[in-house]
């Protein structure tokens, strides 16, 4: 694929005070990290890419502590992630409350500029803040691994089209004057308060103490975590034909395979009665090791093996698949069925358990002879009867409950 470049300047100047007298001027590395696709508000499609930078002091002990005030810096990436041209916005997150700078001083937004610029790259124009001395002082952190997070930035494709699947390439223009990174800093003059002009500006150069890095740099942009899932309930499987009576809704959640476990990403979708398969899209969700977690509302929730699945964004899908063996399943927890492995059946009332409550539940329906779609017919025939309650009944005895890590 020929690969061409979109330039990306970005220009925020900030003018804050600082505390301590230099004994030397400090070093330090960028990094742009945590790269994703996601969407903007109200949008369903991936056509928001969000990227945060981070900055870290690295000669802690050899120069005084330092507090941000200015920078300026220059990207490249791959230009074919444009549908179409004007298309594209830069401009920091909205919202975005762990970004430590003030909003007046974080940048404005960006438009290209297509009629001006040269042919095979993109300029985007903007200006500077204004300053504001009234504005906290923000010191660079020296914390391993990646010091302060500055900013989030986000490039939204106005057409709100999914980005084309190519890869980023996002890398720091380096190696060529003027220099690509400066960052200002304003040593302490003994008088200074958060209200004082700016005293004395000490620029740092790129220099070879100075790195710049992009975690993921070959990030493919439009990607996603998609899980080829394939899983059967146990009341609406028919062993002797190898169907399920009718195509059923599945909630899938994808949680961190760490403890608290938290949820990351959830995606909704049909199990088809004949591969008992679907395709489960998740935008949110980064490369890791997480649990496939499966919610159906007739059915005992069920994770995924023990330890979690490792999951990969591009344009493959990842395979998983829960009739198999029981051990496909935490703590084994799946029905034997025929020659499948099955969700157990019977907990109507979604607390995790399957118990008296849920049989009665079933069986007072069954007394009725209720009809239709009901919570309470396992079994997808629609009508509540013996053989939905015989189902809750033998998993209430057998204990049956969620099982987590």
């Not at 290209?112 to 906290?136: C, F, M, R, W």
């Not at 720091?172 to 690509?180: E, H, I, W």
């Not at 499966?294 to 929730?301: A, D, T």
Request: net charge neutral.
């Amino acid at each position: 694929m020929t690969k061409f470049c979109l330039q990306i300047s970005v220009v925020f100047i900030l003018f804050l005070t600082i505390n301590a007298v230099f004994a030397q001027s400090p070093t330090f590395n960028m990094t742009v990290r945590n790269i994703k696709t996601t969407n903007t508000f109200y949008q369903e499609t991936g056509d928001t890419l969000t990227f945060e930078v981070w900055l870290r002091w690295t000669n802690y002990g050899a120069s005084d502590r330092f507090e941000f005030a200015a920078a300026q810096y220059v990207w490249l990436c791959n230009r074919a992630i444009l549908n179409s041209l004007p298309g594209l916005k830069l401009d920091r997150l909205p919202g975005d409350s762990a970004n430590p700078l003030p909003p007046a001083y974080r940048p404005p937004t960006f438009q290209i500029d297509s009629v001006t610029s040269p042919p095979g790259q993109l300029y985007l124009k903007t200006t500077a803040n204004p300053p504001n001395s009234e504005t906290p002082a923000f010191i660079v952190s020296a914390d391993a691994p990646y010091g302060s997070k500055l900013l989030t930035f986000r490039l939204v494709n106005l057409s709100h089209q999914n980005f084309p699947l190519v890869s980023l390439n996002l890398r720091f223009k380096l190696g060529s004057p003027p220099n690509t990174f400066a960052a200002y800093f304003q040593p302490f003059t003994g008088s200074d308060t958060e209200n004082s002009p700016p005293q004395q500006v000490v620029v740092l150069n790129d220099t070879v103490v100075n790195h710049y890095s992009v975690e993921s740099s070959n990030y493919i942009v439009g990607s996603k975590i998609k899980v080829n899932l394939t899983a059967l309930i146990e009341g609406k499987y028919n062993s002797a034909f190898n169907l399920m009576t009718k195509r059923d809704t599945v909630i899938v959640y994808l949680r961190n395979a760490a403890a608290p476990f938290e949820i990351i990403d959830s995606a909704r979708g049909v199990l088809d009665s004949v591969n008992f398969s679907n395709v489960f899209t998740f935008n949110k969700a980064e490369n890791g090791y997480y649990y496939i977690v499966i919610k159906h509302y007739q059915s005992i929730e069920t994770w995924s093996r023990s330890g979690g699945e490792y999951l990969i964004r591009d344009s493959s899908s990842n395979n998983y698949d829960f009739t198999t063996s029981a051990s496909q399943a935490y703590y084994d927890n799946l029905k034997y069925k025929g020659s499948k492995y099955c969700l157990y059946g019977g907990d109507v009332d979604h607390n995790g358990f399957i118990n008296l409550t849920d049989a009665l539940s079933i069986y007072n329906d069954a007394c009725d002879f209720v009809q239709g779609n009901a919570v309470n017919d396992l079994t997808g025939d629609n009508l509540v009867d013996l053989n939905d309650l015989l189902i809750a009944s033998a998993n209430k005895n057998g204990f049956i409950r969620v099982r987590t890590p």
